[in-house]
């Protein structure tokens, strides 16, 4: 079975802190595929980033940084220097590489950036 | 962007009514999702399509039924609403990897 795991529920910094937003994954496939996505007040979720279980590389995104390593089955997130607008719920999502519909989120994590 | 639109964005409505939550997108996408998500909570998948006249059910179980009669639309159909029915939907659809969602559509349920 496949699960995903948002220990923080919360987190709350000051505008120009760096963040990490932690996920952790579990899957019994080889092939896999993880995400990132983001939904702000508004509610509508953002897609940010796919990976592949190939794919070790991270990777970097203006101010956002992600961190996928298969030994801890980790697939973290870094915003650099956060902005308030950055305020949202980030969800991190595994699909595998057999599945034809579905992503599994993990709970979320509410990142409140305060000015 | 993805171009995909849900209507209405918000809904009252009386416990009894039928309801209809709109879904279209205009990418061509044949895979279409509709997700369940309660506040400050997680997504979950209650209806999924793989294309044309293909629906089948999710993890979730839901009172609600889906159509999908063309490429571009996928409604969600609620019978008799009920105040348990109080929830966001948010509607998805898929070309190879990433699901691209429309804005939502939070249902309350008197």
């Known amino acids: 079975a496949q699960k995903v795991t948002q220990a923080q529920t919360e987190i709350s910094v000051v505008e120009k802190e760096d963040v990490t937003l932690d996920c952790v994954y579990e899957?019994?496939?080889?092939?896999?595929?993880l995400f990132w996505y983001k939904q702000p007040p508004s509610g509508e979720l953002v897609f940010l980033i796919r990976?592949?279980?190939?794919?070790?590389q991270n990777e970097i995104s203006g101010r956002y940084s992600w961190n996928f390593q298969k030994s801890t089955s980790s697939f973290n997130f870094t915003i650099t220097a956060s902005q308030v607008v950055d305020s949202a719920v980030y969800f991190c999502?595994?699909?595998?590489?057999?599945?034809?519909?579905?992503?599994?989120f993990g709970k979320g994590t509410l990142l409140t950036v305060n000015p | 962007e993805a171009d995909i639109y849900q209507t209405p964005r918000y809904l009252v409505i009386g416990t009894g009514k039928k309801i209809t939550l709109e879904c279209s997108q205009t990418?061509?996408?044949?895979?279409m999702y509709w997700y369940q998500q309660d506040p400050g909570m997680e997504l979950h998948l209650i209806h999924y399509?793989?294309?044309?006249?293909?629906?089948e059910k999710g993890d979730l179980s839901s009172e609600s039924t889906v159509s999908r009669i063309r490429t571009e639309h996928f409604p969600l159909t609620l019978e008799s609403a009920r105040p348990s029915h109080t929830s966001q939907y948010l509607c998805?659809?898929?070309?190879?990897?990433?699901?691209?969602f429309g804005p939502g559509t939070r249902l309350t349920v008197t």
């Open positions: 399509s793989y294309g044309v006249n293909s629906t």
């Open positions: 999502a595994l699909r595998d590489g057999g599945s034809n519909y579905k992503l599994t």
């Open positions: 990976r592949n279980s190939f794919d070790e």
């Open positions: 990418m061509g996408h044949d895979k």
């Open positions: 998805a659809s898929r070309l190879c990897y990433e699901q691209y």
């Open positions: 899957t019994r496939d080889t092939t896999y595929y």
